[in-house]
């Protein structure tokens, strides 16, 4: 087997076994050609790897990586003119996304953004704690020299001074391998597209240390490599695909337990949308963000938001620490419990972004006890904007693996701005009193029907016939 012919094999896999026996296949007829290299030419990477907690959340990381490359692409296409300073920035100049938003695109124009952009696919795999997950993009790409020092590296600096570009830790979509157990990546770069890189990584178990290492498959120290296009690289420029990934937690096609809702909430303003092509549930969908939705957006095969308030994004100052972005919508009370589900986590409703991807996710008791809006939390989106917060603002606020906020006198602030806008305004006052009261009158009747059940019973030991909701009884 040659490394053409395992490329377009692995592209076309889906199976666990079928993916071992294709590594043992081509390992046995190249047998002394190849070796495993650490993924950031470090034994000791596991920790680095590892650092993050949420399976769903990391392919978010690699979504945004993807979402960086077409940025890049453009930026290339565009020779850096004119010269961007953000990736909202970038959006709008290079891909025409208006400045208040994606909702002020129609869903045909976000469809087509979207499948121009990433497609991160769903595939049934070994079922939902082995799903086969496929994160493919259409930006810049990568040559084979390139590769070990960017997608394969750990901490690099390759996008450190690009402003116009989300990534900045160089360590984000590599947690992804935690929680696969293979990973094949491939990229040709769009300066020579005829020559595709590739390799596979995986944990080598402990050997000499006391932590396995993620190693990646190399022919003579370096990626193994193909000029033949597979038809499923054709459109792509780097495709990432995960086999054996592990979404026991995310079973569900939409809502809370999906890997849809989940990137709703997590890319809560994406600065470009992507397509989610689930193959497992059977339907392909534009990922546009939550804050989208909230805003009125309104994609295929999707209900459109029902709002009972909501406070445009303003700005409050933070003094040296610079100025953070305040906005919340309440949704119309119905027959889910907890509607604001549908947006973000219902137990940590308060999202904090940095170019509209989630940093930091704050908890409901914020709302109930702190903000006193009890009986609204459950129907309430907060958005806290962070991107004019000052550099030492970000730095002692977030963590890099951005699943939490860090605490201290910064975070206290802008709690403090968002206690005190969410008490000023009277709408949510006067929204808190209906939604207390239209409670209370629900546990009144609740317990009135009780009561008369209970009754009906009594009633009938006693040889009586009860119509329980007219509340009259005859003889038996």
Known sequence: MDE???????????????????????????????????????????????????????????????????????HFEHHGNPECST?????????????????????????????????????????KAKRTVTVADKG?????????????????????????????????????????DYTLIASR???????????????????????????????????????????????????????????????SPIGPNSIYGRAQSTLFEPVLPFWLENKVHGWGRTIKGSRTALNGAKDEGEEESKLAWSNPLFFADLGEWGRIGIEYWVLEPGEKTAPNKAFVSGTRPIVLTINGQTHAEWPASILRKDAGLMHLASRMVVHLDCNRISFDAKRVLFVSNREESRKGLV????????????????????LEEQARMAGTKERDESAEKEIRKEVAKMLRVFGFAAAVEAGAVKSA
């Open 4 to 74: 053409a012919q395992l490329l377009t094999a692995l592209l076309t896999a889906d199976k666990l076994e079928e993916v071992r026996a294709l590594l043992d296949e081509y390992a046995t007829s190249q047998a002394g050609w190849t070796t495993w290299r650490p993924v950031g030419d470090r034994r000791n990477n596991s920790g680095t790897i590892q650092a993050a907690g949420d399976p769903a959340r990391s392919l978010m990381e690699r979504v945004t990586n993807g979402i960086d490359a077409v940025i890049e692409r453009a």
């Open 411 to 430: 975070q206290n602030m802008i709690l403090q701005e968002l206690l005190g806008a969410l008490k000023s305004d009277e709408k949510l006052t006067e």
């Open 189 to 251: 770069s769009m300066k020579s597209p005829d020559t595709i890189g590739f390799t596979v990584v995986k944990l080598e178990p402990p050997k000499g240390i006391k932590l396995g290492s993620y190693v990646y498959l190399v022919r003579e120290q370096g990626i193994l490599t193909t000029t033949e296009i597979p038809p499923e690289m054709e459109d792509f420029s780097t495709v990432v695909k995960h086999f054996g990934y592990d979404l026991d937690d995310y079973p």
């Open 140 to 180: 810049t790409g990568l040559t084979p020299d390139q590769m070990p020092h960017t997608i394969l590296s750990l901490n690099a600096e390759n996008k450190i001074d690009k402003f116009y570009l989300a990534g900045a830790f160089g360590q984000g979509g590599s947690a992804t391998f935690a929680s696969s």
């Open 87 to 127: 990736p909202r920035e970038a959006a709008e100049t290079w891909f025409g996304v208006p400045s208040p938003g994606l909702h002020k695109l129609t869903a045909p124009q976000r469809r087509k953004l979207a499948q121009n952009t990433v497609w991160l696919t769903l595939s049934p795999g070994d079922g």
